[in-house]
């Protein structure tokens, strides 16, 4: 599956954005999906991911409370609103896609995903 990850842009801090994945090559409600985040000289951390059944949902704690994703199989596409955003926030951002079900925090690792969208910029200032 491809994936495009869009929506992304500068706010100020406490403001929302919203991010979208849209797939193409592949039926999205097939994968377990999720986020990625990657600021500078940081390595690439989990966000967020929703599985194929959509009542398992998980999030960082960082951002729980906060992030929610969510997906629409008819578009095909997979969301993350962000609200009450925060400096720290400000990574590019990367959707992520597995067919593989792992147990425990599998989900989490960034390795453990086979498809990448090609990240969008959200910059959170104070």
């Known amino acids: 599956v491809q994936l495009q990850a869009s929506g992304g842009g500068s706010v100020q801090a406490g403001g929302s954005l919203r991010l979208t994945c849209a797939a193409s090559?592949?039926?999205?409600?097939?994968?377990?999906v999720a986020w990625f985040r990657q600021a500078p000289g940081q390595e690439r951390e989990f966000v967020a991911v929703i599985e194929r059944s959509d009542d398992i949902i998980s999030y960082a704690e960082s951002v729980k409370g906060r992030f929610t994703i969510s997906r629409d199989n008819a578009k095909n596409t997979m969301y993350l609103q962000m609200n009450s955003l925060k400096p720290e926030d400000t990574a590019v951002y990367y959707c992520a896609a597995t067919l593989w079900s792992y147990t425990g925090s599998g989900h989490t690792l960034a390795r453990n995903y086979d498809s990448w969208g090609q990240g969008t910029q959200v910059t959170v200032s104070s």
């Open positions: 090559g592949g039926a999205i409600s097939e994968f377990v």
